[in-house]
């Protein structure tokens, strides 16, 4: 499997939605509550699935059996202990909850990238919020994601986990290889070959078009290959699916 680690310096995928999904100045989610617990539940299945710690096999998603370093080690042993698999949407119900997205944004404040707000006051609970204190990580995120959204559509494939043969041991590329793909090869006016967007990249747009974020980020970009991928890649189809269920049920109490 082609296990997707994030770097030292890297959020992991619930952090990173997380950060896009409150409003920097506020420190407010920037949409409705079950639809931030629902979203980063499936950002953990995303990231989850991205370390090659569990995978979708059939209808049910399952623990590889591996043991990658992660943030969401909890969450993990959950997916374990379960004598009886379950679906990712039954998934994303049972991993959505306030402990959840707390437990995200304190990781940040420890980092320095957001800071924790609101404290007892005077016998009085102050909500807790989390505005933003260093931009960089964010801005590091949107640059990627604008460029993904600028690149052909076709270039925004769904995260593939299965293994990709390496050039070899050395992890040099065929010579050849990279003499046809380099910019200056061939016709002297040849253009660069643009450099498709990482799997955690992509998983990171199918999560923020499955919670209806994309389009307020990134309002003058072409969401449609956005929107299919959402519906493509597991994790997001289960938070659509649960999302919709949700939905659902508040249109019916409305009208009781």
Do not use: C
Not at 228 to 253: G, N
């Amino acid at each position: 499997m082609n296990a997707e680690i994030p770097k030292a310096a890297e959020l992991n995928l619930p952090q990173a939605f997380l950060l896009l999904a409150t409003n920097d100045t506020t420190g407010k989610p920037d949409i409705p509550v079950f639809a931030l617990r629902t979203a980063l539940a499936g950002a953990m299945l995303a990231e989850l699935d991205l370390i090659d710690a569990i995978e979708l096999q059939g209808k049910h998603v399952r623990a590889t059996g591996t043991s990658p370093e992660t943030d969401l080690q909890h969450e993990l042993e959950l997916i374990r202990g379960k004598s009886r698999p379950h679906a990712p949407k039954r998934w994303v119900s049972m991993l959505e909850g306030r402990a959840e997205v707390q437990r995200a944004y304190e990781g940040m404040a420890s980092r320095g990238i957001v800071v924790h707000v609101g404290e007892k006051h005077l016998a009085r609970f102050r909500p807790v919020r989390y505005p933003e204190k260093d931009h960089g990580p964010e801005a590091a995120l949107l640059e990627k994601i604008q460029a993904a959204l600028s690149g052909p559509p076709s270039a925004l494939e769904v995260p593939d986990t299965a293994a990709a043969p390496e050039a070899n041991d050395a992890g040099t590329t065929d010579a050849g290889a990279a003499e046809s793909t380099s910019p200056g090869a061939g016709a002297p006016d040849a253009k660069p070959v643009s450099t498709p967007p990482d799997d955690r990249t992509t998983a990171l747009i199918a999560l923020l078009q499955a919670a209806g974020l994309l389009g307020k980020l990134f309002p003058a970009a072409d969401l449609t290959r956005a929107n299919e991928l959402s519906k493509d890649y597991w994790p997001t189809r289960a938070v659509e699916d649960e999302l919709r269920m949700i939905r659902l049920a508040q249109q019916e109490a409305a009208n009781l």
